[in-house]
């Protein structure tokens, strides 16, 4: 962390317990709203009653989360392939469209 950037300490609660996290003043709502996020996350795990223990319940939230960033990210990548796609169509198309009125002029 670089001298100029401020730290402070966050207090976040998770499944009724408090944990104290530092921080850098410009991330603390960042982490306010990912320990939200993790704490309900658990609290689906914990109330479906099929894991028990809360180290099972983090970890079973870890990994649903986990999964939802690479697919999300997977998405992500099917999209941007799909944008590539298209703008190779449309230059495509633009050329044959210049190739054509180049034809035409000539003619």
């Known amino acids: 962390m670089s001298e100029t950037q401020s730290s402070q300490t966050v ?3 998770i499944l009724e317990r408090s944990y ?3 921080c850098p003043d410009d991330k603390q709502n960042d982490l306010i709203n990912s320990a939200k996020y993790l704490d309900r996350k658990m609290r689906e795990i914990r109330d479906s009653g099929k894991v028990i223990g809360t180290e099972r319940i ?3 939230a870890a990994l649903n989360i ?3 960033m690479l697919h999300d990210s997977r998405e992500g990548d099917d999209s941007q392939e ?3 796609r298209i703008n ?3 230059s495509a198309a633009i050329q044959a469209l210049r ?9």
């Open 82 to 84: 799909q944008v590539q």
């Open 88 to 90: 190779e169509k449309l």
């Open 58 to 60: 983090a970890i079973m």
């Open 20 to 22: 104290v996290v530092g």
């Open 99 to 107: 190739q054509d009125d180049k034809d035409s002029n000539a003619a």
């Open 11 to 13: 207090e976040v609660k």
């Open 66 to 68: 986990a999964y939802e």
